[in-house]
């Protein structure tokens, strides 16, 4: 497992942007397929995106690729999430995840296909 620290969460108005970063831990990083997910209250976690070990860039919805943008940085051993027009419906627990070994045809998009976690940054977004 590698370990995962979220930074950048806090609360923000409707409309604004914000930039999530997510350090991680030891070797092997540019290898791991990585996540952003979140929880809201009483809700399950849901992937926001995800980026492949080569770059490629998911996203859960269209609306989510109109506003939000993932992204990594491999000589520093990281991954960002920068959101854009952000609205009430998106606060939420945010959470990093890492996938350390690569299956091919796994869902990256399933929670329970990602073995380590960070401890996950509260984004409020008030109306």
């Known amino acids: 497992q590698v370990q995962l620290v979220e930074s950048g969460g806090g609360l923000v108005q409707t409309g604004d942007s914000m930039r999530l970063s997510c350090a991680a831990s030891g070797r092997g990083f540019s290898n791991y397929v990585m996540g952003w997910f979140r929880q809201a209250p009483g809700k399950e976690r849901e992937v926001v995106a995800y980026?492949?070990?080569?770059?490629?860039?998911?996203y859960r919805t269209d609306s989510m690729k109109g506003r939000f943008t993932a992204s990594r940085d491999n000589a520093k051993n990281a991954v960002y999430l920068q959101m854009e027009s952000l609205k009430p419906e998106d606060t939420a627990v945010y959470y990093c995840?890492?996938?350390?070994?690569?299956?091919?045809?796994?869902?990256?998009?399933?929670?329970?296909?990602?073995?380590?976690w960070g401890q996950g940054t509260q984004v409020i977004v008030s109306s």
């Open positions: 995840a890492a996938r350390t070994t690569q299956l091919y045809g796994l869902a990256y998009d399933q929670a329970r296909n990602y073995d380590s």
């Open positions: 980026i492949s070990a080569g770059g490629t860039i998911k």
